[in-house]
């Protein structure tokens, strides 16, 4: 069992940058693969992105991409969401979340692929 802390997120105005980080206890954080997962006030959980036990491999919902890249440090513990071009929708509170899988570069890509899951972290974006 894997345990998440989010961190990094606040208050930034619209084109601004934030970088989320979640650490994860434990000793085999490499056998998870990593997503974050955001929810807006009244809609459900949709996933961001999503990162391959090994970091080879990533995922990332159509309307972030060429904004946001996820990446991690296995030997940290711990993985990032940098967040590039803020805009107003984009203002959530991320999960970070995680799930042991066997293959190697395999990614969930919806917010139910994801077992473990942090407190999460509010990023608000003003116009």
């Known amino acids: 069992q894997v345990q998440l802390v989010e961190s990094g997120g606040g208050l930034v105005q619209a084109g601004g940058s934030l970088r989320l980080s979640c650490a994860a206890s434990?000793?085999?954080?490499?056998?998870?693969?990593m997503g974050w997962i955001r929810q807006a006030p009244g809609k459900e959980r949709e996933f961001v992105a999503g990162?391959?036990?090994?970091?080879?491999?990533?995922e990332t919902k159509d309307s972030v991409k060429g904004r946001f890249t996820i990446s991690r440090d296995n030997a940290k513990n711990t993985v990032y969401l940098q967040m590039n071009s803020l805009k107003p929708e984009d203002t959530a509170v991320y999960y970070c979340?995680?799930?042991?899988?066997?293959?190697?570069?395999?990614?969930?890509?919806?917010?139910?692929?994801?077992?473990?899951w942090g407190q999460g972290t509010q990023v608000t974006v003003s116009s």
């Open positions: 434990g000793r085999t954080f490499s056998s998870y693969a």
């Open positions: 990162i391959s036990r090994n970091g080879g491999r990533t």
């Open positions: 979340g995680g799930r042991l899988v066997a293959l190697m570069n395999w990614v969930p890509v919806a917010s139910q692929g994801y077992d473990y």
